[in-house]
């Protein structure tokens, strides 16, 4: 449709390994998405930490790039960046939004705000001209709906970034077993404010598997097989150190 809002999904964390239900999200994501008539996704972006977030079993930043790069490989639309990855520091998650929308999106609106700046618009190229009716797409920012609550955990998110993220952004939050996402959004002003840019996704097949059961599962010498990409059998052992 021609009004349709070009969507750009991006998901941060440690992918430690990336799992099925990593890829799932954003197939979910998508479908919710595309339902609403509003939005159009054109690009799914993975984003690892970089190996100074320090978590305990963090397999190298360079073997889960390389796991997150083979999962992709059959898909038309999803793609790793390695940006938040190969930074020397921790990089917060508001910052990783912006770096991607600078990136993607930021010359687009530097454009079209010169046009609706433009007193010379009778001279504008033909080009120009249709881009002045293009809608720009947005960045959101997708998630489990359990990092609605970790809002609320004292120091762990700075107030500015959450109002950064719900309300330049948006979140696309799916759905899991024991959490209330409504709950969450009900208990904090800010994410009430913005309720209206958060989108809750919910999960008809519940499919729990977690990074954390698999290198537990690789540790017992358990298969992994079907839980994770087939593709992963060439670096997964990389995660059982």
């Known amino acids: 449709m021609k009004n349709q809002i070009p969507l750009i999904l991006l998901a941060c964390g440690s992918f430690n390994p990336i799992t099925n239900m990593h890829m799932r999200l954003f197939e979910l994501a998508r479908d919710h998405l595309h339902q609403t008539g509003r939005y159009r996704v054109i690009k799914g972006i993975i984003s690892p930490v970089s190996d100074s977030y320090r978590k305990k079993g963090l397999a190298s930043a360079k073997h889960r790039i390389a796991m997150a ?5 059959t898909s ?3 793609r ?4 938040e990855s190969e930074q020397e520091t921790w990089t917060e998650t508001v910052k990783v939004l912006r770096y991607h929308y600078n990136e993607s999106l930021g010359p687009l609106d530097f454009r079209k ?3 609706r700046n433009n007193s010379r618009v009778q ?4 080009d120009s001209l249709s881009l002045q009716h293009t809608v720009l797409p947005q960045l959101k920012l997708l998630c489990g709906a359990d990092i609605l609550k ?7 998110w700075k107030e500015e970034h959450i109002k950064e993220i719900v309300e330049k952004f948006g979140l696309v939050c799916i759905s899991r077993a024991g959490c209330d996402p409504m709950q969450y959004i009900n208990e904090l002003e800010l994410l009430r404010r913005f309720e209206h840019n958060i989108h809750l996704v919910r999960e008809w097949i519940q499919n729990e598997i977690s990074a954390t059961q698999i290198r537990l599962a690789l540790c017992k010498g358990l298969s992994v097989k079907y839980l994770i990409p087939d593709s992963h059998n060439v670096t997964v052992s990389t995660l059982k150190d």
């Open 69 to 73: 790069q083979l999962a992709v490989e």
């Open 76 to 78: 038309d639309w999803l």
């Open 80 to 83: 790793v960046d390695p940006w």
């Open 113 to 115: 705000g010169l046009m």
């Open 123 to 126: 001279r504008a190229t033909a």
């Open 150 to 156: 970790t809002f609320k955990t004292p120091n762990l």
